[in-house]
């Protein structure tokens, strides 16, 4: 965008002695950044000229060269009749800007603003605040907070650059080249460390816009791109593969971003590309320029829910994170004791365990965005895509989180519970052989999301969607889920 900045706006930012407001410092800064261009009108030198303080006034035209000058001065029509020198120069600019010369006029005169409205172009006529805004929305990012995920500059990891971590990625790669260049270029990772000074996995992003990630396929707007996604070997089967990829798909949703891509050789990445695949990631063709080397990736990440009548499970694995919750879908109340809560939802913080660590976790459950839960409920029928509710009992006492079903079936044989979980659940071995002593029902779900506002115990009885806290799965209906929805955020 080119912003055409009003000489009110100019003056402080060239007068030392002036305090700088935060919002005008931000906006500058994130239109240097990103590429945007500040602008002034010639009519802007004139005023500048008036100050009968010659040293500020020499300093400030001085410093006006940062900025890009308008190189045509039109006569304005709007001034036929006006004695005004100061009116003058504002109508000036503010034809400048009807006459297209920017996208934006940023000025703090509420003369100008009033003008503006006068004559239809109150909609481009920002204050700092507007300004600094619509640049934040464009560009701020809101950043992943993930237990045991670290988002970190790239640069920061280039001591380690030399460790075997990185050794598979060199291989027919010039893969420090391309490290060291992004590192440069302010690149962002998200990593795991195994132990102190150890990376246990890592996943280096970026957003792109309007990129054309293979043959005749050019994605419209901002989309996050996966860069680089390892996971150590000696980290392997601790879940980090998921935990990255919850870190994407947050940062997907709090951004806005409609598309995740990544590339790769297939066979080197097979088993990353396996893990896509079973998150919705789709094979679109090959990377241009990788000689049909690496193939691309694609996963559609609509803001909005698609019109997609999809069985539901699929629909949650193709636009994950939104889900179908439609009168074709059960809903259920799970409730979960507070300590195996704190281990499956590791990112979620209630109240009770703001004093904990969030790095707190030895159970490597709660990295998964797959999970599983156990129980001896009386409820034998939950289908896949039904949607769970989980209620923390105890301490918070309160529904915290939306969850899908994959499967639910009832098995009575430890090992073959084990077998069906892998390391899905918070449960023991132990555990697991005192439950199978009786059938045991095994629901294995994908976590969708926490609530904004967990919703407590007194609030459903209110709403009269439970008469009591749940001992056991409890079916509820369409209407009270979508009321749970509404006011849970």
Request: charged content about 25%; proline content about 6%.
């Amino acid at each position: 965008m080119r912003f055409l900045l009003d000489t009110n706006i100019l003056i402080p930012l060239e007068d030392s002695k002036l305090p700088l407001q935060p919002s005008l410092a931000n906006f500058v800064r994130l239109a240097n950044a990103h590429g945007h261009s500040l602008i002034y009108h010639p009519a802007s030198e004139d005023d500048i000229r008036q100050d009968t303080n010659t040293d500020r006034r020499n300093q400030t035209l001085e410093r006006l060269g940062q900025y890009t000058r308008l190189d045509a001065r039109l006569g304005c029509p709007w001034n036929v009749g006006v004695s005004d020198r100061n009116d003058a120069a504002d109508n000036e600019i503010l034809y400048a800007l009807h006459l297209n010369a920017a996208h934006a006029l940023v000025t703090e005169d509420q003369g100008i603003h009033s003008k503006a409205k006068a004559k239809g172009l109150v909609h481009r006529v920002y204050t700092i605040q507007t300004a600094e805004d619509q640049l934040r929305r464009l560009h701020d990012r809101v950043p992943v907070q993930l237990p045991n995920i670290e988002d970190v500059p790239l640069y920061s990891l280039s001591p380690l650059l030399s460790s075997s971590f990185f050794d598979s990625l060199r291989e027919g790669y010039p893969f420090n080249t391309w490290f060291e260049r992004k590192a440069q270029e302010g690149r962002r990772a998200w990593v795991n460390w195994e132990q102190d000074g150890i990376l246990g996995g890592i996943c280096i992003y970026a957003r792109q816009d309007n990129e054309a990630i293979a043959e005749n396929i050019v994605l419209s707007g901002p989309a996050l791109k996966l860069a680089t996604f390892k996971v150590g070997e000696t980290n392997r089967g601790r879940k980090i593969g998921e935990l990255l990829l919850k870190a994407a798909f947050r940062y997907a949703v709090d951004n806005r971003l409609e598309n995740i891509f990544i590339h790769g050789d297939v066979d080197l990445h097979h088993f990353l590309f396996e893990m896509l695949e079973d998150f919705g990631f789709v094979r679109v063709g090959f990377h241009p320029g990788s000689d049909g080397r690496d193939a691309v990736y694609l996963k559609s990440h609509p803001i909005d829910p698609p019109p997609d009548h999809l069985p539901p499970f699929e629909y949650l694995r193709r636009y994950f994170p939104h889900f179908r919750h439609d009168a074709s879908t059960g809903k259920f109340i799970v409730p979960i004791k507070p300590e195996y809560h704190r281990i499956l939802f590791s990112d979620y913080v209630s109240p009770a365990d703001r004093q904990l660590t969030l790095f707190r976790l030895s159970n490597t459950a709660g990295n998964a965005i797959k999970m599983a839960y156990l129980c001896h409920a009386q409820t034998k029928t939950i289908n896949p895509g039904d949607v769970v509710l989980f209620f923390r009992s105890g301490d918070e006492r309160a529904i915290t989180s939306i969850g899908v079903v994959e499967s639910y079936e009832t098995l009575d044989d430890a090992a073959e519970i084990v077998a069906r979980v892998k390391r899905r659940t918070v449960y023991s071995m132990a555990d697991i052989d005192f439950m199978a002593e009786k059938p045991t029902r095994v629901m294995l779900f994908r976590l969708v999301r926490h609530l904004t506002n967990p919703l407590t115990q007194v609030w459903l009885e209110r709403e009269q969607v439970l008469k009591g806290p749940p001992q056991s799965i409890t079916k509820i209906a369409n209407d009270k889920f979508e009321t749970i929805l509404a006011h849970g955020g």
